[in-house]
């Protein structure tokens, strides 16, 4: 089945300690993104990929890390989480970049940092 | 800096009535637009696009219209079912996904 993983699906953090949310897809698409949502602000992007090694910033990266070392695994690095990176995030991937694809999102990660 | 704005947080219609979801935007430059349905603890899957050389687009109940001079386009659900209940996001890009812009969504319920 064509599908994007995240994990953990929700987590409880405290200010400052690393964590690390994983995603994969297995439909060997070449672009990945990663979104935050919150209450009256929608979808945000936070980062994104074009192919393996080439990542670059969305809107919102601050407080943020990504890598693509994988076609498949797009992980979402938060260093020092902060409470106001308490948020809903998504994985999504797609075909490409270069025109609009649909993008394919994962389950969301609930995170919250107190 | 809200580009694409869905100034209706919610909407909620009698099952077999039509659905009509608003969604506005103000950057020119955008010439493709998306429609997401999302239900509670899943991601947002794709319903259905147009591009700007066109102003409707239709795929079976659902229908989206464009209205480039005013900047708006619209979501129609006809007959509405209330499987179609959820949160609808509009998006829109300038041509790529790196630029990708997201409404703040809407959710309908429609009532059996």
């Known amino acids: 089945e064509a599908q994007v993983t995240q994990n953990p699906r929700y987590l409880i953090t405290v200010t400052g300690k690393k964590l690390t949310v994983t995603c994969s897809q297995n439909?060997?698409?070449?672009?990945m993104s990663w979104y935050r949502q919150d209450p009256g602000l929608g979808l945000r992007q936070i980062y994104y990929?074009?192919?393996?090694?080439?990542?670059d910033k969305g809107d919102v990266p601050e407080g943020y890390k990504v890598s693509r070392k994988e076609k498949r695994n797009f992980p979402l690095i938060l260093e020092s989480p902060s409470p106001n990176q308490t948020s809903l995030y998504f994985c999504a991937s797609s075909l490409g970049s270069g025109i609009v694809y649909e993008q394919y999102f994962g389950p969301g990660t609930r995170l919250t940092v107190t | 800096d809200q580009q694409v704005k869905q100034n209706s947080p919610s909407l909620s219609v009698q099952e077999g009535r039509i659905s009509i979801l608003n969604c506005d935007y103000t950057?020119?430059?955008?010439?493709?637009f998306l429609w997401y349905k999302k239900y509670p603890a899943e991601g947002p899957t794709f319903l259905i696009s147009?591009?700007?050389?066109?102003d409707k687009n239709e795929d079976g109940r659902f229908t989206v219209f464009l209205n480039k001079s005013a900047k708006h386009l619209s979501l129609h659900i006809v007959p509405s079912q209330p499987g179609d209940s959820a949160v609808y996001f509009c998006a829109a890009s300038p041509g790529n996904n790196n630029d990708m812009r997201f409404g703040a969504g809407t959710r309908l319920t429609v009532k059996p």
């Open positions: 439909m060997n698409h070449e672009y």
């Open positions: 990929s074009m192919n393996v090694e080439v990542t």
């Open positions: 147009i591009s700007s050389i066109k």
């Open positions: 950057n020119s430059m955008f010439d493709y």
